[in-house]
């Protein structure tokens, strides 16, 4: 009781501290955009060619980062692989999924999948991208696993579309430095902002990522629904 | 440049014995010429007022040779010599030699280094190195006594390290140079600190705790030169300190001298103390050479002329007998695999030229003429009485009594009384320790008779410092209090013995009788009967000293120790929460953190 | 009582939630829950930060007509980047979680006391 | 010349410390309601015993031991100043020479007696170490006064500087001198300090192996002992001015050191020690914190 | 030319290769990790030249800075770089002779040293948070991956405390973000005299945390000796030689060059010196020598980062010279003791220093190897702790603080002592014969070589750390390098 008492006066003294901070200095809203936020609203569509500006930011003005973000769920998925390694199965009472759940889903999975390819595809010019469109898919996969008894992804597949995905994007990334002296940049034609074929090589680097995050999070979830 | 090749001959000596390794002979040669190279071009070309500096970017190393240097060099490197032709008997092996030449190293080098840094470099070498060489001690012990050692030797080159920082912050020079300019009583707390380690070396109680146990458990030949040769590098310290660092202690702290030289006068009382309740040859041997060394520390407490030359000329005879003694004790333990007082005895008859070397070095140690252990003795003395305090001058001569008792304790326990059984077939020591009990019987004679020789050399280096007093020449010395002509002495020696022998020689005739024919209030005794006492020798002093003979520094520091244990276990107590704890400690560290910036935010 | 109030106060309050669950937690899923907390906690609170008056989302659709009056889109990134660590860092966690389960047979982060000496 | 000079000398005193030696056995005699023997006795031991056909030896060093003996105090003797009388060897600083020298005799001894494996002759060597710790130093702290307020260290000096009655160190420094006398009762070996020869005990300790021209050897030391010991305290505390009062001033101090014998038990070796190191030792420091003052 | 970002491109695609050469054959992905950073160190060196004043910029998505992220190697990033990729490569070799693992384990290996340059290399500053995240996930994994209770309750602990604490990192960079509308380090340090103390405050605290939570620094720094004890003894190499290391840079780089010694390092200047102290005497009376070795790596942290933040009284270049040699010392001595106690107890992983005794007998490498990695950090001469304490020492007294020396050195002897003891254990009593395997012992020596080659000739290695010193000292050198002549 004291250890809980103790913890909520220190907690709550740390928010405290926190949101008299931010409150006093950050007042919300009323910040201007300055800096390389203003740079990006201004020139971003002319330089990168995606009316998302989040997408080009994500993926090249910082794409760098999201090439370490990716490898940071890889990493995670790579981990737990290693980590759950020879796990010794207990059979354990599973309940069986009902019929309507298993014949749905047969129906859906397919619909999911798609509806993830468009967010991916489009990425650069509606909100989302490869990381919510990769978590869409792993939903799907998800539903599957639990809908379906049976339903098992090969293993050798979901690793080798992580690592073909994987590799594939640090080949673009090079093609960059061969071809524009720099990791990552944009080397493809910009096309026209506003359509599917536009903004260089950000949607070949969503597609990537969709690939990737997809896999990686089937596989997370595939070795911890194993347990 | 010389003084740095020596160095570097020095430590190529050592890692060409490392990598010849396998064959001891070669080694052995290797080592024996090196050495003699090395110690061809310290004798050759070292001069006083040679100066030598190399950059190594940051540092700036300076050496310089001076009076001090040649004959702490000499002294060094002849015992050296003495331990080089030990350890061909001993069991070595190739890292056996490195630890030693870097050791050597670090001793000459020490004697060269002109700034401080490079000092303690060298320092922390010698303290090293020889570290390494009694952790590769004789016996089970050893690890342990080398621990001690090297915790007390590094805590006298941080101490050290300490008075380094503190000199170069108020000076802003680091080479040995004079202190007494600096303003407030910082300058005592940085001659205290630098002293600390020589004084540890020198083996000054209260810092003498190591010593015993490093001694005695570290390779037989190698003592030799750790007694001998290592300790005057603690002598050397006290010079570098109290005549070049604090030229003007006498004059401005001079409580600060007297402690020294109390401490010195204790140290020589209760090490003599010690040393004659001791039951182990070696142990023995390593109190007396303590008690020895507090003499030199009364002479530099004392701090005039007479008592400094007396300091230097007993730090001389101090590496001259001590290392017979050890050597003597190293050839025993090679041939009977001991050094237990009690299991020895009657090897007078196996070992005539050990028991010969023992003999003198003892009549050195007790400082009776005409050996080199007088002529310090007696100008220590009269220094003393000069400068007044008759209590020290009594407590010295108190340690001096004590220097009798285990002189005899350990000539008698190991040669005279009765054969053991089982040592019937001993030898005489092996050859390196038959040429190295002769090479030191030549000095310890020749200068107990001729003093001049080294105090003339003496006077030269600290001339300069001190008024020159005391006078003498090659035999005789001159103080106001009197006058003392050491041939003189032992002319009438050596002419009343004749005169004994010539009337033993008059009357009647001997005959030899066994060892077993002997009063023994009619009781038989046959071979295996114990006759030698050896055990408990001593042992009703312990019921004279009763209980302080139990009060010791180290339970003092044991205790000590304790407490900081104590409160290391509250410190690891931090470290021992589940994670939740840790978190909290980084919650609460934030909170305070945001509350000591408390308005500013 | 303003939105900023709102936005800052609820976010702020996830984050302060989340560490007094991981420090007050026993069961080692609910600790990391805390920590996953205190992750949402600050991405919201991230996100709000990019909010500008009346802005709306950086997305042209309309190009080449460009708004001025646009949210600011860093942070947006950035978040976008947290998620996914965050995510990655929880399922380590629970990795560890579920062999700590085997090896200790239990969760109760007082039991986990191998390591004090 | 001065090597027959040093001859009668020897010889001199020789007799002399024997004769001191039946001195203290008749009168010993004589407090104990004994006739004892004439005083001429101990001469006649010894000539018995140089006369002896030949003499057990167990060793080198138990041969040279008593002839070490005697040339440690020979030696000694020479340093010596008998009263007024200037020491045949001098020079001037001379206290610890002699001090020294003084040591070499109980070495030579306790060597020889060690080889000889009998565990009676060790003992008593320890115990006469072991007393040296004792009455050395308190004789030490007791003479240092003296040296030091002369601003010597020769005894010759010494001697001169006392000159008449008045001026003796006895007088001048009597906490001194007491603490002097505890001494010269263990410097002799008397009881309550005879401890070393101890007969009753360790068989006459040291001497338990000797016989012959050794033990004749290990008498005359003694005799020239007892007379270089009591010497000393009484040049040094009463500044003989010639060799007669030299000699009854050493006389006076070894019959009173006899006759405290004669009545006395004997201590055991650690009450000796300890015994030396209490009210003597006071008394010694006092000395010295009375020169202190005087200065 | 041969752009450094290869560095962490190769390593990536080479990370993510290793599972589609895991389907060709179990053997080849333990041959990825040495390639790859020998290729990386070969890259290093071929544009050692290329660095020199300032920083040298490599951009990405071929925009300047501060608008995309960019690479901003000075010579000070460039040494760290080459240490962690040096001490690497060498655990890499390492990895080589071990049983045959899973090959998932290779990729953690390998990203962990590619967050560890990244870090040193970024000048980008969510990037670093970036980097760091891939280095601290992959330590919990590393960490765990012995997966017995003492390895699964310290990466536990790591985790927790390391999760909280870069999420407070990632709040300071948002409010470094929020004030100055940069990510970008130099420019965020041009910026910063335009920022209110009161900001400056705030984000350091959170920087301070995050950080500490890395370098070990006192109240944070509980996980470690955990993490230490539980890892494998290869994994506590890697947590004491590279990921702190990796650290020390971001604090160097946050602290310094950002904050330019603002208030931030004053706190650290007190927590470096009570980390010292109570690492220390934490260790003074540890019977589990590999713990012990924890508590003495966290102590020689402390001290590392107390010099470091003595610039804030004095700005002397010898002061980052300082902190280079220590961490070079550390990094290396360190190293050596945690694999050659590895080899002392002959992978039983029994640790306790009464099971070590006489360890150092029956193998006598390892135990002469343990006590040349003692030596070098309780820096004894001919040792390159030797320079490295001596240096320490005299930055101390530059800044002023002469009686701390005192305090240092007194601590220090605890050290002595500590190690010594267990020194004495391992070379007396009989041990049980066990072998080191060749690899293992080279391996060992080549880091042994490396403290014995500085120690003896420490003048290459002193201009090189000068060299770098100047680099970090110079910060509108650094500024400009990066955003051009503003």
Known sequence: MIRKIVAFIFAFYFGFILYSFIYTHFPFGERPLKGVAAHYVEKGVQEEGATNIVTSIVTLYRGFDTLGEVTVLFLAATGLGLLLAGWKEEEKEKPEPTLIMETTTKYLFPLVLLFGSYIFIHGHLTPGGGFPAGVVIATGYFMMFIAQKEFKPSEYLLSATESFAGTLYVITGLLGLALAFSFLANVAPLGVPNTVFSAGIIPIIYIIIGFKVGSEMTGILQHMKEV | MTMFYILLVFILTGLLTLFLGPIKVLRNIVALLGYLAGSALFIYNIKPGLIYSLNIRVYNIHFESGFSTVFFGIIILAVFLIFLLASFHEENDGAYYLFAFLTLTGAIGVLFAKDLISFFFLFETMSLFSFLMVLKGKNKNSPKSAFKYLVWSVFGGYAFLFGTFLKVYTTHSVMIGDISFIGGHIKLLILLLILTPFMVKAALMPFHLWAPDAYSDSKDAFTVFFSGGLSKIGIFGYFIALFKIFTEIASKYPWFLTVIAWLGGITATLAGIYAFMQDDAKKLLAYSSISQLGYVAVGFGIYTHYSVVAAFFHALGHAVYESLLFLVVAGVYYRVKTTDLRKMGGLIKKMPLSFIGLLFGIIATSGIPPTIGFPSKWLLYEAVIMKGDLLLTSLVFFASITAFLYSYKLVHSIFLGKLHKEHRDVKEAPLGYATGIILLLIPLFVLGVAPGIAVKHIDYIIRFYLKPELGYNLTTMTTPLGHVNFPVVGIVMVSMFVLSLIIYFIFGSTYKADQTDNYTATEAISDDFELHYAGEFYGFMRKAFGRPLKWSFEKLLNAFLKLFAFIGEIARGFYMGDARVYLFYLVLFFSLLAYLMGGKL | MNAGHLFYGSSVFLMVMGVFIALTGKHLIKILLGIDLFDVGLNLLIISFGYVNGGTAPIFSRYPHVFKNVVDPVPQALVLTAIVIGVAEIAMGLAIVMRIKEKFGTCNISKLKELKW | MSILYFFLYLLLVTIVGLLYMGVARKVTAHVQNRYGPPIYQPILDVLKLFGKKDAASHGVMHTLGPVIAYTGIGATLLFLPLGNHTPLLHFNGDLFVVLYLLVVGPLGMALGAGESANSNATIGIARALSMMLGYEIIFFMATLPVFYANHTASIYKVILAQGTFPKWAAIMYPISFIAGLFAVQGLLGEKPFELVIAPHEIASGPMVEYGGKFLGFLQIWHAVGIIVETGLFVDIFFGPQNILWFFVGTFFVFLASVLVNAVMPRFRIEQAVRFYWGIPLLFAILGILQVYLWR | ?486
């Open chain 5, 1 to 486: 030319m041969v752009s450094p970002i290869l560095v962490i491109a190769l390593s990536l695609f080479f990370a993510f290769v290793i599972p589609l050469l895991g389907m060709l054959s179990k053997k080849l992905p333990r041959w990825v990790p040495p390639i790859s950073i020998l290729v990386n160190l070969l890259i290093l060196l071929s544009n050692m030249d290329k660095i020199s004043g300032g920083a040298m910029l490599i951009t990405t998505a071929g925009i300047k800075p501060p608008i995309a992220i960019n690479l901003a190697i000075d010579r000070f990033g460039f040494l760290f770089a080459l240490l962690i990729q040096t001490v690497g490569f060498l655990l890499s070799i390492y990895y080589l002779a071990q049983d045959t693992k899973d090959e998932r384990f290779y990729m953690l290996f390998l990203l962990n040293i590619l967050g560890a340059s990244g870090i040193v290399m970024t000048g980008d500053l969510f990037n670093s948070f970036v980097f760091l995240e891939i280095l601290e996930i992959s330590s919990f994994g590393l960490v765990a991956v012995q997966k017995d209770k003492k390895s699964l309750e310290g990466a536990f602990k790591y985790m927790m405390i390391g999760a909280i604490g870069s999420s407070l990192y990632l709040l300071g960079i948002i409010v470094l973000y929020l004030s100055t509308g940069s990510l970008n380090m130099a420019d965020i340090a041009r910026l910063m005299p335009n920022i209110p103390d009161s900001i400056k405050l705030f984000a350091g605290l959170l920087f301070l945390i995050g950080i500490g939570v890395e370098v070990e620094l006192f109240p944070l720094n509980a996980w470690a000796p955990d993490a230490y004890e539980g890892a494998q003894d290869s994994i506590s190499t890697q947590l004491s030689s590279i990921i702190s290391k990796a650290g020390i840079y971001l604090a160097a780089r946050i602290f310094f060059t950002i904050f330019n010694g603002f208030y931030a390092l004053e706190v650290v200047l007190y927590l470096g010196i009570i980390t010292f102290i109570i690492a220390e005497l934490a260790a003074l009376m540890q019977k589990n020598v590999k713990r012990m070795l924890a508590y003495s790596s966290i102590g020689q942290m402390g001290l590392l980062l107390f010099v470091f933040a003595l610039i804030s009284k004095r700005a002397d270049i010898f002061i980052f010279t300082t902190i280079i040699l220590l961490a070079l010392n550390h990094a290396f001595g360190k190293g050596l003791l945690f694999l050659s106690l590895g080899a002392l107890t002959g992978g039983t992983r029994e640790y306790y220093i009464d099971s070590l005794k006489g360890s150092g007998k029956s193998n006598v490498l390892a135990g002469l190897l343990f006590t040349m990695g003692a030596f070098t950090i309780l820096g004894m001469p001919f040792f390159f702790g030797f320079w490295s304490k001596i240096s320490a020492l005299i930055s101390i007294m530059k800044a002023g603080y002469v009686y701390l020396i005192g305090l240092v050195l007194l601590v220090s002897l605890f050290e002595i002592y500590y190690y010594g003891r267990v020194i004495v254990n391992i070379f007396s009593g009989e041990g049980k014969a066990q072998k080191t395997g060749f690899i293992y012992a080279s391996i060992m020596v080549i880091f042994a070589l490396f403290i014995i080659a500085f120690g003896v000739w420490p003048h290459p290695v002193f201009s090189f750390a000068h060299k770098a010193a100047v680099a970090l000292f110079e910060r509108t050198t650094y500024i400009t390098s990066i955003m051009g002549g503003m």
